[in-house]
């Protein structure tokens, strides 16, 4: 398979391209939010106008509603939210929770797809338990009780938790914390007594949640595939959101780079335009070359997904990595060559700069993932 | 898909049938690869065998159409067939700047008769090229070269200096660049093609730090180059005068070629390698180390992606055309930090430069053949100046 969108993909990226730029831009979406000091985060009714274009269900298989698309497909999605940086749902449910339920029950599926599919419902995952990515280690546990499980614990980290409909939630029912057996993942339904959350807004003003679960009662059919088996659904559920964010990440650095080459032809010092001077040429042309390498990872990775390659995980990784590092590059880059403006509320490069931020330590940062490539590398 | 399935079926018995086991071997040094022409020798029967096999096949430029040679592949064929000897190791059957450079050029810009006689030859392995362009005064300046050619009628007479011209004492022809007017920058120079047996060329090597001289000094004193060799074979390609738009043609292949795009060892991760390496040494990685490796892995396998997807694009002229240059700009880069690492782990060992340990220095002499990667066929600086200019389109570039 060439590693580029086939005519189907270049078509939907020329739609989500489209439709993103105009409803999803930064004016309409992020400042508007923001502003208004919204303590969801994201627009609902951009939600719903993403159901209608097809993209909340894209994941879900044909069977169950959906659109039985690909995560190359949901890339192009991402790189576009990424590029207009705006604030939606689509990562945590449409790829992270989307994949979780491919494993749950018909039952499942039927209780919370049709809604993901519709736009009427937003969906968390609830796995980071400390300040940095370390899904290896799950203290959260979740005890018989009846039918059922009780649930107690704590989740950092849980990005829109407050809004969430439901909430996937990877807790210990065996074993001890650093296990890799004895997991299991709940869907947690947003009423659960006993589940609180501490919201707080993050720095590129989106909302995230300190959750407690105490002595959340759960009842059986809130499994999400096997009891003790989940470290393999959520291993599936971290590769495709890490993936996933890698294609918002693209999206973040080719926004900040483009915007920041657009400047470099405008500003004008010392009578000449800025973007002639070679110190800055030379970075701009490193960036890009960075930019397009990064992006080539992550279709790969997309692509080793799809194809069910046992690779995918390794490229997961690389791509992850890569792209952290790369739009790291891009808005460091942007924010010094856009000077004093670029310091500025009022210009958007600035919140590249905090987006990317926050959309790195999401699911491992660069260096987290660069240690998970040396690991899968056998050293 | 299901006939590239069965292409790929077909390829793998081909090669099972075919490549001998001498031949999947990685490649240790230079000899290990035959470059072909009138006073090559092969290394072993083994070399040899799987070269004709190669010739008989058109396998050695699988591209190029068949009546010149190639095995007439499409680009997803010629992928499978590049995937499938990656598979088994297979060492190329034959490389030279021949089948990179001057090939494609001929192919674009080439007449009928040019492209049957230097193309056959050029896939056989029979005439081994070098590439007559930078001169003491005209590097990434190359455009203010001064060689000339005075026009006699039916030849011309080439007198001038060329400098780093690689393998240049080993080469059968060169293509070359000659200003044929000096009124005229860019459009005064002429892509000329001729033997370097001719009378008044002489090479004269120069050694590299690395300790080998695989290039020359090249002279050229009242050289005759007759204007055509026979019906339809002219000594130039393209037009003469406009041999410039032929050149930049020329080092968009060089540069893809030196960029290491098609992956091999070059794409590959390092990190596991030098683990075992570091343990034959008595020794661990220390942590800094090996993060530098688990960096270095995560450039090196997004790298390979990138390569694959160029490749892809370039193909079905998807990609940007200035786009080897990054290629060529990221590539290198990544080459010479990967020989800083493989230098990093090996210690002193490392610095031996005639040990039997070392295979007489390999070590050190590798990394340093590999500074001139960023040098060689365009400095990075200059590859940045292209990508600022032409893709960027940044002012003043
Ligand atoms: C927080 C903050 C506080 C400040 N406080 C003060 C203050 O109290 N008083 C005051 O007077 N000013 C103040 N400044 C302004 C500051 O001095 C300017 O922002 C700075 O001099 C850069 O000028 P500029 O913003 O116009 O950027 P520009 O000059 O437009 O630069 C844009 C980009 O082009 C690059 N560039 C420009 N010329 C060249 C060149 N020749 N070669 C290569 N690259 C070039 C720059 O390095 C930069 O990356 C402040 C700025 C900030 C951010
Ligand atoms: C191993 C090797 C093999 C080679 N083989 C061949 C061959 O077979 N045939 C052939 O014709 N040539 C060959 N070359 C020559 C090669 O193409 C030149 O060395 C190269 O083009 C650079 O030219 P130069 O050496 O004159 O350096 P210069 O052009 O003098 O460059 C010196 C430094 O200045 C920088 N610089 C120059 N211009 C600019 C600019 N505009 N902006 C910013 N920085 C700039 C360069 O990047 C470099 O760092 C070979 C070189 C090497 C090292």
């Known amino acids: ?379 | 898909m299901a006939d590239l399935e069965q292409f790929r079926t077909e390829t793998r018995s081909w090669l099972e049938a075919n490549c001998p086991p001498e031949m999947r071997e990685p490649v240790r040094g230079e000899d290990d690869i035959y470059w072909g022409g009138r006073r090559a020798t092969f290394k072993n029967d083994a070399q040899k065998a799987w070269l004709e096999a190669c010739i008989a096949k058109g396998y050695t430029v699988p591209m190029w159409p068949k009546e010149y040679g190639g095995a007439g592949l499409s680009a997803p064929q010629a992928k499978v067939l590049r995937e499938e000897m990656g598979r088994i190791n297979a060492r190329p059957p034959l490389s030279s700047f021949g089948i990179w450079m001057l090939g494609p050029a001929l192919l674009h810009f080439g007449t009928d008769g040019q492209k049957q006689r230097f193309l056959n030859e050029i896939a056989r392995g029979e005439i081994r090229w070098c590439q007559g362009y930078s001169e003491p005064g005209s590097g990434s300046d190359l455009v203010s070269l001064q060689t000339f050619g005075e026009d006699k009628g039916d030849h011309w007479v080439v007198n001038g200096q060329k400098i780093w011209t690689s393998y240049a004492d080993h080469a059968d022809w060169i293509f070359c660049l000659v200003r044929t007017d000096k009124a005229d920058k860019y459009q005064g120079i002429t892509f000329m093609l001729f033997d370097m047996a001719s009378e008044g060329v002489t090479t004269k090597p120069i050694l590299l730090i690395s300790g080998s001289s695989p290039f020359c000094e090249t002279f050229f004193d009242n050289v005759a180059v007759p204007k055509s060799y026979g019906d339809d074979v002219p000594a130039y390609v393209g037009t003469i005068n406009r041999g410039w738009d032929v050149a930049k043609y020329l080092l968009g292949h060089e540069r893809e070629m030196i960029s290491g795009a098609d992956g091999g060892e070059r794409a590959a991760a390092i990190g596991a390698m030098m683990k075992r390496h570091a343990a034959k040494l008595g020794d661990d990685l220390d942590p800094v180390l090996r993060a530098e490796l688990a960096q270095f892995d995560v450039d090196a396998l997004a790298y390979a992606a990138m390569g694959e997807k160029f490749l892809d694009e370039i193909k079905v002229g998807k990609a940007h055309p200035a786009q080897p240059n990054m290629m060529k700009y990221a590539g290198t880069e990544l080459n010479k930090r990967r020989h800083e690492l493989m230098m990093a782990v090996g210690g002193s060992r490392s610095l031996e430069w005639e040990s039997e340990a070392t295979e007489g220095g390999k070590p050190s002499r590798n990394w340093l053949r590999t500074k001139a990667n960023s040098i060689e066929g365009g400095t990075s600086e200059v590859m940045l100046n292209v990508i600022a200019k032409r893709i960027l389109d940044l002012p003043g570039a």
């Open chain 1, 1 to 379: 398979m060439p590693l580029y969108h086939n005519e189907d993909q270049a078509m939907l990226a020329d739609t989500a391209r489209g439709f993103i730029a105009e409803e999803g831009n930064i004016a309409k979406q992020l400042r508007h939010w923001r502003d208004r000091n919204c303590k969801d985060g994201f627009g609902h009714a951009l939600w719903k106008q993403m159901a209608e274009m097809g993209f909340t269900g894209m994941l879900v298989e044909e069977a169950d509603g959906g659109l039985g698309m690909g995560h190359v497909e949901a890339g192009i999605v991402l790189e576009e939210i990424g590029r207009n940086l705006t604030p939606s749902p689509f990562l945590t449910s449409s790829v992270l929770a989307a994949t979780a339920l491919k494993h749950g029950s018909a039952d499942l599926k039927g209780r919370y797809l049709p809604g993901l599919i519709a736009g009427d419902s937003v969906f968390a995952v609830a796995i980071d338990e400390t300040a940095k990515h370390r899904p290896s280690r799950i203290t959260t546990r979740a005890e018989k009780s009846g039918n059922g499980f009780r649930l107690n614990g704590a989740k950092s980290f849980v990005i829109q938790g407050a809004s969430a409909d439901m909430i996937v939630v990877a807790a210990r029912t065996s074993g001890s914390d650093e296990d890799a057996d004895g997991i299991t993942l709940f869907a947690v339904p947003k009423d659960a007594a006993g589940m609180s959350h501490d919201s707080v807004r993050l720095v590129d003003s989106s909302m995230a949640t300190h959750t407690k679960f105490e002595g959340v009662e759960l009842d059986g059919d809130a499994v999400i595939g096997e009891i003790d088996g989940g470290r393999a659904v959520l291993d599936a559920m971290l590769i495709a959101g890490r993936v996933g964010a890698a294609a918002e990440g693209v999206g973040v650095a080719r926004g900040a780079m483009d915007m920041t080459v657009d400047y470099l032809k405008q500003r004008k010092q010392f009578g000449k335009l800025i973007g002639e001077f070679q110190a800055l040429q030379h970075r701009a042309s490193h960036l890009y070359s960075e930019v397009e390498i990064a992006r080539a990872a992550t279709i790969k990775a997309q692509q080793l997904l799809d194809g069910g390659s046992a690779h995918a995980d390794l490229m997961a990784s690389v791509a992850k990595a890569k792209v952290a590092k790369t739009a790291r590059l891009a808005v460091q880059e942007g924010v010094q060559m856009h000077g004093g403006i670029g310091m500025t509320d009022e210009y958007d490069i600035g919140l590249y700069m905090k987006r990317d931020r926050a959309l790195a330590e999401f699911l491992g940062d660069a260096t987290f993932h660069a240690n998970r490539v040396a690991e899968l590398s056998g050293y």
